[in-house]
């Protein structure tokens, strides 16, 4: 009986890797290695797959050098001005249309409508009102970010609780004060999630722009080097580009559960 005791006192085995962690490094490592095939390979025009050892180096070459720096904090502040600016005006607008009924019937279908429409149609606009330097590009992503997140705070506001509505009322709450204790804590999910799909809309919308009419930032870095055909090195912007993109998507969904580990 003591032997069997001690036997069940042990410590319990050091867990491993989870089935879904195992299964998407399998993924990464799968794409890695058919595009290493797919480079060694032969099938393509030259460096249009690069190795990943050429992608390698592009990518240490790219991080040693202060420009890119300079056209990343570029690219980065417009992002995040466009960001700040249509975040707030979503966030008013979804405030508004989902806080009224006859303003949502009126002008909601039109968000709907231009929503899907592609963003980059407008840029020669742009270019008229903000001339070409970062304004016209910020305003392409502010345009760009502003209606997923108005759709989805106005698509939050209907379905908060009519209690906490109706206790808010009770308590004679201005406007402001039932936007700011009310509609705002309980939309909190629907403000992240149109956070994340502005912020992913505000990046390619600026960064469209750069490709356009620019001579700095990350997209003009990109089609500068498609334009000579240097593909290692484009392919190295991509990869910081798509990592830092993750970083900051994961940042933003991450502010969604701050509240809830607070509560735990």
């Known amino acids: 009986m003591a032997e069997a005791g001690r036997l069940s006192g042990a410590a319990p085995a050091t867990p491993g890797l989870s089935p879904v962690t195992l299964l998407r490094i399998a993924i990464i490592l799968g794409v890695l290695a058919a595009w290493e095939l797919l480079a060694q390979s032969g099938c393509l025009y030259r460096d249009v797959v690069p190795s990943l050892l050429a992608i390698g180096s592009a990518l240490i070459e790219l991080l ?142 600026t960064l469209l722009a750069e490709t356009k009419l620019s001579n700095k930032g990350i997209g003009f870095l990109i089609i500068q080097t498609y334009s000579v055909f240097d593909m290692p090195r484009m392919y190295a912007m991509l990869i910081v580009l798509f990592v830092l993109a993750i970083g900051a998507n994961a940042l933003i969904g991450r502010l969604g559960g701050l509240d809830s580990i607070r509560r735990a």
């Not at 502040?77 to 600016?85: K, N, Q, R, S």
């Not at 008013?92 to 002008?107: E, Q």
């Not at 070409?132 to 502010?142: H, Q, V, Y």
């Open 64 to 205: 040693s050098h202060a420009d890119y720096y300079f056209n990343l904090g570029v690219t980065a502040g417009e992002i995040g001005i466009a960001l700040l600016v249509g975040g707030f005006s979503g966030l008013f607008v979804g405030v508004v249309l989902g806080a009224n009924r006859y303003l949502s019937k009126a002008f909601e279908p039109y968000l709907y409508y231009l929503g899907p429409t592609p963003k980059i149609i407008f840029f020669p606009v742009m270019i008229m009102w903000f001339g070409i330097d970062t304004e016209s590009k910020i305003a392409l992503g502010t345009l760009s970010c502003f209606f997923p997140i108005a759709l989805n705070v106005a698509a939050g506001m209907r379905q908060i609780d009519r209690v906490l509505i109706r206790v808010g009322q009770s308590f004679r709450a201005n406007a402001l004060q039932m936007v700011w204790k009310i509609y705002l804590p309980a939309m909190r999910h629907p403000i992240i999630n149109g956070g994340r799909l502005g912020f992913g809309m505000a990046l390619i919308g």
